[in-house]
C-alpha cells in the first residue's frame, strides 16, 4: 500500500486548532512555541484564545495552519510513523504546499512561518480590498469552469484558481467579472456558485505582486530536497529536486491549483491511503470525490492519532 500525507490550506482554520496535541506531546507545543519566535508575536495565544476573524486573515490563516500541520507531524514521528518511511509523497493545498515542504526537510519551520507571514501579507497587499473575488462554481467540471471564466473575463481577470474535485471549482479575479462568471455558471448548469468570503483574488494574474515578493523573499532561504516526493500544485506530479522548487512556489502563486490532478497523479502512483495531517477535514471530502476508493485519515487531534496506533 502507497500512503500520502496532504496538508490542508486557508479555510480549515479554527479557534483552538492543534492544541489537545500541544498540551498533550511537548514536541508539539515546541512547533508553536518556535513559530511564535520566528514571528515575534504570539501567534498561539491567538490560536488558543483569539478571535477567529483576526486567526482568518490570511496573514495570521498561513503560518497558524502550517503549525497546526507540523505539530501534528511531530507527534507523528514521536509516536512511531516518520514521514520517510511512512508516507511516499507529500502535496498540500495552496499554502499547505509549504507545509509540505518543511514536513519533507525542504524547508526549515523558522524559514516556513516567515515565508507564509511574507506571502499572506504579499497577496493582501496585492489587490485592494474590494477589487478582486473568487467564487466556487460547483457541478461543473474544470473545462467547463474553465470555460466560463474566459466568457465572464471581458477584458478582465477571471481565471479558473482551484481545481478541487470534479464537481468544484473555484474561480478568481476582477470582483464584476467574478459576479459575471457566477450568473454564466448558474446558465450552464451549474448546481451552485457562490461567491467565497475571502479578503483577496488568490491564484490569478491579480497576484503577480505576490509573486515576485515571493521569489524575492524565497532567494534569501535554503531549500533542501524533500526527503519524500513533493506533489507540486502547478504541476500535479512529482517533485524531487530543490533546484525546482522556488519556480514552482512563485508559479503558484497566480498559478491555477491542481488538485484534483494531484490526487489524480497519485492514484495512478499507486497510493490508496491519505493522512491529512493539521485542520479541518475538508481535502478528505475533495479527495473521496476524485478517487473513490481512497482511504483518509485524519490526523489533528490526539484521539486521531490514537486511532492510527489502532
Known sequence: ??????????????????????????????????????????LSVLIREGDIAELTLTQNAQPALMATSIAAVRVLEAEGFPLKGTADFVA??????????????????????RLLRVRGVAMQEAVPVGVGAMAALLGLDFATASEVAAEAAQGEVCQAANDNDPAQVVVSGHKAAVERAVEIAKARGAKRAI?????????????????????????????????????????????????????????QVTGSVRWRESVLWMERAGVTEYWEVGAGKALAGMIRRIQKEAVVKPVGTPADVAALKG
Not at 505576490?210 to 532561504?221: K, N, Q, S, Y
Not at 533542501?224 to 529536486?241: F, G, H, K, M
Open 195 to 251: 461567491l467565497l468570503p475571502v479578503s483577496a483574488p488568490f491564484h490569478c494574474a491579480l497576484m503577480q505582486p505576490a509573486a515576485a515578493r515571493m521569489a524575492e523573499a524565497l532567494a534569501g532561504v535554503v531549500i533542501s530536497d524533500p526527503v519524500v516526493p513533493l506533489v507540486a500544485n502547478v504541476r500535479a506530479e512529482a517533485v524531487t529536486e530543490a533546484s525546482k522548487i522556488t519556480d514552482l512556489l512563485v508559479a
Open 1 to 42: 500500500m502507497s500512503r500520502a500525507f496532504v496538508f490542508p490550506g486557508q479555510g480549515a482554520q479554527a479557534i483552538g486548532m492543534g492544541m489537545e496535541l500541544a498540551a498533550t506531546w511537548p514536541v508539539a507545543q515546541a512547533v508553536f512555541d518556535e513559530v511564535d519566535e520566528a514571528l515575534g508575536e504570539k
Open 92 to 113: 498540500g493545498h495552496s499554502l499547505g504546499e509549504y507545509s509540505a515542504l518543511c514536513a519533507a526537510g525542504s524547508l526549515s519551520l523558522t524559514d516556513t512561518a
